[in-house]
């Protein structure tokens, strides 16, 4: 069996009622469990980590498992992102490129149940000198799977772990910066909240491949209610700051 994980806290936890009847309409259409996790699971390290748990506990039980961050959105529910995986691969993920740099992200991950994943999300996890990263456990990952990354050690490469790796291309984890065509999951990675929640809401709202999924109205009445929540927000803040350029201003 097969599974599709997410993580949903803080303030991802309002995506989730966006994100979840896609999830589970792909899970109904290509044979996936969706397990949707909204506590931590290590209340020690920021909750970037407790993926790493999630997926180790979700490799017991699955054979094959897809992670999707929860401020990325399924869009197409026409293709199994299982058909672009090769059979000999063990862990896929999009290395995007822009301003001259790769980007490897783990927002959007294929894992096959064997002892090297497993043995690659223990290393993961025992990263502790990058426990506070910017980047996390993707940070880890970077390490571990030898690219070279400047932000993570100073541009030096570590003898990648015995992984069988594959990427896979930006349209499964399509972002501002690297847009895939066509567009099969759009990742938020790295926005403003603000940016994130209007453009996760504009998408469940108007996009067509949506359009046959069941309980799309609870998803699209939740996009309504974020969308008019950070519309709110805007206005707010531009107004607060107008007033205190006022108050600053000398008499
Ligand atoms: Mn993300």
Not at 53 to 78: G, P, Q
Not at 201 to 209: D, F, N, W, Y
Request: negative net charge; aromatic residues 8%; proline residues 5%.
């Amino acid at each position: 069996m097969s599974a599709i994980v997410t993580f949903a806290y803080g303030q991802h936890a309002a995506y989730l009622p966006l994100i979840e009847p896609i999830l589970r309409e792909y899970g109904r259409r290509f044979g996936y469990d969706v397990v949707a996790h909204t506590e931590l699971a290590d209340d020690v390290r920021p909750p970037a980590w407790s993926k790493v748990k999630f997926l180790l506990d979700a490799l017991v039980t699955h054979r094959e498992v897809i992670w999707i961050d929860s401020d990325a959105i399924l869009l197409d529910l026409s293709r199994d992102l299982r058909k672009d995986v090769k059979r000999a691969t063990e862990f896929a993920w999009t290395v995007h490129h822009y301003d001259n740099a790769d980007y490897p992200n783990s927002g959007v991950l294929f894992l096959r149940s064997t002892p090297d994943t497993v043995a690659l999300l223990n290393a993961v996890y025992a990263q502790e000198d990058l426990i506070e990263h910017p980047w996390w456990e993707n940070a880890a990952l970077i390490r571990l799977l030898g690219y070279s990354a400047e932000i993570v050690d100073e541009g030096r490469t570590q003898t990648p772990m015995n992984v069988a790796v594959q990427h896979l291309d930006a349209s499964w984890n399509s972002i501002r910066q690297d847009r895939g065509t066509p567009m099969r999951v759009r990742h938020f990675a790295g926005d403003s909240p603000e940016l994130r929640a209007i453009g996760m809401a504009e998408l469940v709202l108007s996009h067509p491949g949506l359009d046959g999924v069941r309980d799309i109205d609870s998803a699209r009445n939740a996009a309504k209610k974020l969308l008019g929540r950070t519309q709110r927000k805007i206005r707010e803040d531009r107004k607060a700051a107008h007033e205190l350029r006022q108050q600053s201003r000398p008499n």
